[in-house]
């Protein structure tokens, strides 16, 4: 089966950084564009970047960008997001997501787009 698992969460403060690692395992990852998402207790799930097939394209949330950057290596199979300046806004759990696109540059940047998820990995910034 189709299987994505996050690593990486945790708890830091203010101000630290943390890489978050999604691992895919029963789809040819290299035909899918990736997604991270976030949702915080009593709110909605939300985008938080996308990466086509390649990595040529990206989007970031306006409340990430210039600190978040998402990755991926198509050789392991992984797409990474790298969190750097966290601030207590940034608590939550985060989601990574698959989708399967027909070319290099296609991505999605709302959920409805994503077929495939995670379990999740928590993320907590203390100040």
């Known amino acids: 089966q189709k299987q994505l698992v996050e690593s990486g969460g945790g708890l830091v403060q203010a101000g630290d950084s943390l890489r978050l690692s999604c691992l895919a395992s029963?789809?040819?990852?290299?035909?899918?564009?990736m997604g991270w998402f976030r949702q915080a207790p009593a709110k909605e799930r939300e985008t938080v970047a996308v990466?086509?097939?390649?990595?040529?394209?990206?989007y970031y949330a306006d409340s990430v960008k210039g600190r978040f950057t998402i990755s991926r290596d198509n050789g392991k199979d992984t797409v990474y997001l790298q969190m750097n300046s966290l601030t207590p806004e940034d608590t939550a759990v985060y989601y990574c997501?698959?989708?399967?696109?027909?070319?290099?540059?296609?991505?999605?940047?709302?959920?409805?787009?994503?077929?495939?998820w995670g379990q999740g990995t928590q993320v907590t910034v203390s100040s």
């Open positions: 990466i086509s097939r390649s990595g040529s394209r990206t």
């Open positions: 997501a698959a989708q399967y696109v027909s070319n290099l540059y296609t991505l999605y940047t709302r959920i409805p787009g994503y077929d495939y």
């Open positions: 029963g789809l040819t990852f290299s035909t899918y564009a």
